[in-house]
Nanobody, 127 residues
């Protein structure tokens, strides 16, 4: 079981940038942070949770939902047990609570493939 702590959310103007960070701790015995694919999901008011981005264990493969591709970039630093989401050219429709999640050994875009979740960090983009 991995515990996650997100940070970096806030209020920004449209076109601005934010970098979200997620730090992991307490992996289950016999495993390390680098054993897991990682992902970011978000949930906007009155909407369900949706996939944003995911990254493979080594960081060599990434996946993005179409609406953020080219604007967001997911990365990880396994030495720091951290995963990041650099968000540029933010739009009001990006407003949501963003959640970091622990995946499996391969990248997935399905929330069902992620077993541990952080508490979320709120991103608000004003127009």
């Amino acid at each position: 079981q991995v515990q996650l702590a997100e940070s970096g959310g806030g209020l920004v103007q449209a076109g601005g940038s934010l970098r979200l960070s997620c730090t992991a701790s307490g992996p289950d015995s016999g495993r390390t942070f680098s054993d897991y694919a990682m992902g970011w999901f978000r949930q906007a008011p009155a909407k369900g949770r949706e996939f944003v981005a995911a990254i493979s264990r080594s960081g060599g493969s990434t996946s993005y939902r179409g609406s953020v591709r080219g604007r967001f970039s997911i990365s990880r630093d396994n030495a720091k047990n951290a995963v990041y989401l650099q968000m540029d050219s933010l739009k009001p429709e990006d407003t949501a609570i963003y959640y970091c999640a622990v995946g499996k050994e391969v990248v997935s875009t399905s929330a069902n493939d992620f077993g541990s979740w952080g508490q979320g960090t709120k991103v608000t983009v004003s127009s």
